[in-house]
């Protein structure tokens, strides 16, 4: 197999390596949206980092037919063989409604942004098992998942952002980058709901992997950055005291399924946390460190 829904592979039986890119995908969407603004140089982001807020102009039909047919082109990447844009393109979706030219032009850098990381592939090696420092001098297990939350970072709503990562034999086969549904009352709460539902994935990739009888022989393991979340889910006692419903239910089920060791949690650092990115417009520098946990590779050239 060679492509599959604009999606191209190279496959190395020899050495167990297999790559997903869409560099041509890419090269069709800059052909049939091309940037109003050329850039002076290529953006080492996908989005500014000042904040994008909703727009009080009069709705334009023909902007929002516009900005509707890009974020969607993103989105596909972003959901396909990107996640390094899946923050980007959950931003950019806030604004359908009504987007203001100013985002038009954020959506435009997020194309650029892929245009110039056009040859980053997905990458899965069946030899993957070797010593990696961002999961705390561990052994990197086959199958495993991170999770994170950023509290309240949505200014009109004050809800928190949120975001996990499942990796594969070395490569992301799982990702999203949402904004929660509920507002949270600390760090800690945005943490659990995350987890929460971190969790629930973690639990259908192992039920899943259960019916197709394949064993990544190892813990159902999950990262997370915050010690305070780990302690009320591993603690004999929980002490987490919250007047919202939905918090303690997450939490009470979080802790059901972490003492009967359907969910294990070890501790990242945030700076070495793969699905950091996810919750978070990064920095450059920040970016690319963050980029560089996601394990891209080069795609071969056939």
Not at 153 to 173: A, C, E, M, V
Request: charged share 20%; with cysteine.
């Amino acid at each position: 197999m060679k492509t599959f829904c604009g999606i191209q592979v190279y496959r190395d039986r020899t050495n167990g390596k297999i790559w997903l890119s869409q560099a041509s995908y890419i090269d069709k969407l800059v052909l049939k949206y091309p940037s109003p603004k050329p850039f002076s140089r290529p953006p080492s982001t996908p989005l500014p980092l000042e904040e994008l807020l909703p727009s009080d102009e009069l709705k334009n039909e023909a902007n929002t037919h516009r900005y509707a047919q890009l974020i969607g082109s993103i989105g596909y990447v972003a959901g396909a063989t990107r996640p390094d844009v899946a923050k980007a393109h959950s931003k950019l979706a806030e604004f359908l409604i009504n987007p203001s030219q100013h985002h038009i032009d954020a959506a435009y850098q997020t194309i650029a942004y892929l245009d110039h990381t056009k040859n980053q592939a997905l990458c899965y090696d069946a030899s993957v098992s070797i010593d990696t420092a961002y999961i705390a001098d561990q052994l990197e297990p086959d199958f495993f998942g991170a999770t994170d939350a950023s509290f309240a970072d949505h200014r009109n709503t004050r809800k928190s952002s949120q975001g996990y990562i499942f990796f594969l034999f070395g490569g992301p086969i799982d990702w999203k980058a949402t904004l929660q549904r509920c507002v949270t009352k600390s760090t800690t709460e945005a943490e659990l709901v995350a987890a929460s539902s971190a969790g629930t994935e973690l639990i259908w990739w192992w039920r899943l992997f259960k019916d197709i009888r394949f064993d990544p022989d190892n813990e159902q393991l999950l990262y997370c950055d915050n010690k305070q979340t780990i302690r009320l889910l591993t603690e004999a006692t929980p002490r987490l005291k919250t007047s919202l419903r939905h918090v303690d239910i997450h939490h009470h089920w979080l802790r059901q399924e972490t003492q009967s060791n359907n969910i294990n949690f070890s501790y990242v650092q945030s700076t070495c946390q793969p699905a950091d990115g996810l919750t978070k417009l990064l920095p450059p520098q920040r970016h690319k460190n963050w980029v560089s946990l996601l394990h891209f590779q080069t795609f071969p050239k056939v």
